[in-house]
């Protein structure tokens, strides 16, 4: 028994979502960009989806584009700011009476907080922190026990970013913060929520066509009054994306194939590759020699380890 646990089990384990046609989803932030492009190749597989955003806006925009596609018998939409429990006990209530169950939970919605950590105040941190972490654990806290007790089996995506695993170099301390949390919060799940047949995923997208940059418009009241980032926000809000960014249905065909796989990690470019490269050598090379090697060889080599 290692105490932190075999990395073997972080990529091998066996999933149970092969067949998902039939099947019900809840995402959040599912109304534009990234969540919306996984709702529809859900949809297209054929689960019945509850998309849950705080913007009005962009449920009534993303409601026109399924029902232009002929799927709005497959959506329902909600709308839900993930940092209200409460809200999110309503939005598991109405999720499962209206589609009976959930059976693959996305905790998508994000905000891409940018700013230098020296300006940032109280109110940046948890805007950041309340939204791109904590919505992730309270749709944890809501729908895990109501997903274990249906007994179905199941799976989870958390939609981190590659700054989790390689921060870009400025203005994103509040944002890898709480996508490195995410990345994290996933891989520990993995083992204990096999046991109740329910797969991770962590989904790790580098640049993608959104509308990520309106985020700071739409701050809540409760997180504006005081932070630090107006001037960033206002200048982040008119960026225009470039073309080589990718379109949100990939990352949606990907976490499709994620979910049927159980695979952990979902990583849409590859182009970042040696970044993450520089971080583990470094990583690597900071680990001391082991004070006993035979026990470190029984531990395993996690090099050796494939992916499923
Ligand atoms: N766009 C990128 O290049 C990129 C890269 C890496 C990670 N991501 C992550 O992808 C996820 C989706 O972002 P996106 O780029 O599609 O942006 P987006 O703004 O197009 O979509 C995010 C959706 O989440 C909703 N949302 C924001 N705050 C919310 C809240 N408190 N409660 C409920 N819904 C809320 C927004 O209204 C929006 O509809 C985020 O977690 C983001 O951090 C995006």
Same mark, same amino acid.
């Given at each position: 028994?290692?105490?932190?646990?075999?990395?073997? &089990?972080?990529?091998?384990?066996?999933?149970?979502?092969? &067949?998902?046609?039939?099947?019900?989803?809840?995402?959040?932030?599912?109304?534009?960009?990234?969540?919306?492009?996984?709702?529809?190749?859900?949809?297209?597989?054929?689960? *019945?989806?509850?998309?849950?955003?705080?913007?009005?806006?962009?449920?009534?925009?993303?409601?026109?584009?399924?029902?232009?596609?002929?799927?709005?018998?497959?959506?329902? %939409?909600?709308? +839900?700011?993930?940092?209200?429990?409460?809200?999110?006990?309503?939005?598991?209530?109405?999720?499962?009476?209206? +589609?009976?169950?959930?059976?693959?939970?996305?905790?998508?919605?994000?905000?891409?907080?940018?700013?230098?950590?020296?300006?940032?105040?109280?109110?940046?941190?948890?805007?950041?922190?309340?939204?791109?972490?904590?919505?992730?654990?309270?749709?944890?806290?809501?729908?895990?026990?109501?997903?274990?007790?249906?007994? &179905?089996?199941?799976?989870?995506?958390?939609?981190?970013?590659?700054?989790?695993?390689?921060?870009?170099?400025?203005? %994103?301390?509040?944002?890898?913060?709480?996508?490195?949390?995410?990345?994290?919060?996933?891989?520990?799940?993995?083992?204990?929520?096999?046991?109740?047949?329910?797969?991770?995923?962590?989904?790790?997208?580098?640049?993608?066509?959104?509308?990520?940059?309106?985020?700071? *418009?739409?701050? &809540?009241?409760?997180?504006?009054?005081?932070?630090?980032?107006?001037?960033?926000?206002?200048? +982040?809000?008119?960026?225009?994306?470039?073309?080589?960014?990718?379109?949100?249905?990939?990352?949606?065909?990907?976490? +499709?194939? %994620?979910?049927?796989?159980?695979?952990?990690?979902?990583?849409?470019?590859?182009?970042?590759?040696?970044?993450?490269?520089?971080?583990?050598?470094?990583?690597?090379?900071?680990?001391?020699?082991?004070?006993?090697?035979?026990? %470190?060889?029984?531990?395993?080599?996690?090099?050796?380890?494939?992916?499923?």
């Amino acid at each position: 028994m290692h105490i932190f646990g075999s990395p073997r &089990q972080l990529v091998t384990l066996r999933g149970d979502m092969e &067949q998902l046609n039939g099947k019900c989803a809840f995402v959040t932030g599912g109304a534009s960009g990234i969540g919306l492009g996984i709702a529809r190749v859900l949809v297209d597989a054929g689960l *019945r989806v509850m998309i849950a955003d705080i913007r009005k806006d962009h449920l009534e925009t993303a409601l026109a584009l399924f029902e232009s596609l002929g799927k709005s018998r497959s959506v329902v %939409a909600m709308e +839900l700011d993930v940092t209200d429990r409460e809200g999110f006990a309503r939005a598991a209530d109405e999720a499962y009476e209206k +589609l009976g169950a959930v059976h693959v939970l996305v905790s998508n919605a994000g905000v891409g907080i940018a700013g230098p950590v020296a300006t940032a105040t109280f109110d940046d941190w948890d805007w950041g922190l309340d939204v791109n972490l904590g919505g992730a654990v309270n749709a944890v806290c809501t729908f895990l026990p109501r997903m274990i007790a249906q007994r &179905q089996g199941g799976h989870i995506v958390t939609t981190s970013s590659l700054s989790a695993i390689t921060p870009s170099p400025r203005n %994103a301390t509040i944002y890898a913060t709480a996508k490195a949390a995410l990345m994290a919060m996933t891989e520990a799940m993995r083992d204990e929520l096999a046991d109740h047949r329910i797969g991770v995923s962590v989904l790790l997208p580098g640049p993608f066509k959104t509308n990520i940059r309106e985020a700071g *418009r739409y701050r &809540q009241p409760r997180y504006r009054s005081r932070s630090g980032y107006r001037a960033e926000e206002e200048r +982040l809000a008119t960026r225009e994306d470039a073309p080589e960014w990718s379109d949100p249905l990939d990352a949606g065909r990907m976490v +499709l194939d %994620a979910i049927r796989a159980n695979q952990l990690y979902v990583i849409t470019h590859g182009e970042y590759r040696g970044w993450a490269e520089v971080k583990f050598e470094g990583i690597l090379a900071a680990y001391p020699p082991p004070k006993d090697p035979d026990r %470190a060889r029984a531990m395993g080599r996690t090099r050796t380890v494939k992916p499923a």
